[in-house]
């Protein structure tokens, strides 16, 4: 697992504060910074060949809305709302879309165990499959979830623990049928 | 925490937790940087959308001087320089601008592809509705409009076209300038500009400007509003409000002048060394210096980018 980078909130909001102010370079390390924190935050709550689309999605949205963040300090929580509200949404539309066949020419690439993996994981209530995703998709820390996404770090222990304990309980029944 | 694998992979290995992590890695996010390919839905309804001239190809064919379209229901496509794309009521279109934005193309909008080179990105927009976002060095992207040019300066903005060539630039981030016949208007983040055929860009204002003042900028941009309309400009504005003061002193009549550089003096003092007499006479250097002032970042790039100052429309 490759060590957390070492960030603080104030750089994040001295880029955030930047950003707002038009400054392209500090959006871009925003991105870089928090992309995979929207990923796995999606991939939590959508098909995941979705997830690509909607990451790109959330940070416009992030561009148009940065002007009405009133503490720039609280970016990554702020911007973790636009994802999960992006995440609500995406399946509040679908309902009024036509569904087209699962099987379109673009196959799903991932293994079968992947997939049944990702399944189990979508199958936990919201809290644990997003810091697990986080976590387990993403790699990050969980000083690192925490930090990113505003949440304290002992509730993404508990999270992390409760998650993965009715993960195991989870797979190992799977496996056992 | 140490020792703890679950928590941050330090310590014993948890053979589950590092089976899922090896299972799972496939799924993870491995974007560098904002690389923002245009959306293409899977499953949605087709929406009202034309590519008006003939020729447009399927993403595979490609060509050098084009644009990637992705629209609802559709597979992408390209915008090749020359074509039209219009979006019918109810329609809309994102586009790749080469690899240094995007732009999205609200319903019943036409807009036609003019250049797309590495060093100028560029469209005329007959009607409608577009969200820019470029993170191209400014003066990239352009998009001509029946009344007035924008030129990208910054990072996201709104520009809205009539049918009647009359246009609005709201700005999110960054900067853009509005420019028609020598006249030029430099809009910051918060701020939006109107347009009018015949007359070019107005005076930029902030968005959260009070409405009397809005109103009357309007009416003295566009209107016949003269003296009635200023009093009651320089009477609302606040400290916020400098930015559109400065503007003015290269606008309005010389008669006008030194009510308008009282007021900005009132709300943002001039820094030392510049006077009353060398703003009216039209001083550029000591524009730029009280310009500098009003905290809206320095005016030395705008010169180096091109030269062109909204003193010069006088």
New interface residues.
Partial sequence: MSAAPVVSISDDAELARAARHGNRAAFGRLYERYSRMVHGILLARVPHGEVDDLVHDVFLSAMRQLSSLRDDGAFGGWLAMIARNRAHDYHRRARDYIELPENLPASDRHSPDALAALEAICALPAAYRETLMLRLVEGMTGDEIALRTGLTAASVRVNLHRGMKQLRQKLNCEAGS | ?RN?Y????SGEPDP??QR??Q???????E????R??P???????AAGFVLAAAGAWLLSGGAPESWQVAHAGARPSRLVVGQTLETGAGGHATMNVGDVGMIDVEANSRLRLERARKNEQRISLEHGLI?A?I?AQPRTFVVDTPSAVATDL???YTLEVGRDGSGLVSV????VSFAHDGRESFI???AACRTRPGHGPGTPYREQASPAFRQALQEFDFGRGGDTALAIVLAEATKDDAFTLWHLLARCEPSQESRVYDALAALVPPPEGVTREGILRGDRRMRDRWWDRLGL?GAGWWRRLEGKWPADAK
Wanted: hydrophobic fraction near 45%.
């Fill in positions: 925490m703890d679950l928590w941050d992979g589950e937790v899922l992590e299972l799972l890695r496939e799924f993870r996010s974007r560098p940087a904002p923002l390919q959306r293409v839905p899977r499953s949605a309804i969200h976002f993170w910054g990072c996201y999110l981030a960054g900067w910051p983040a918060g970042g």
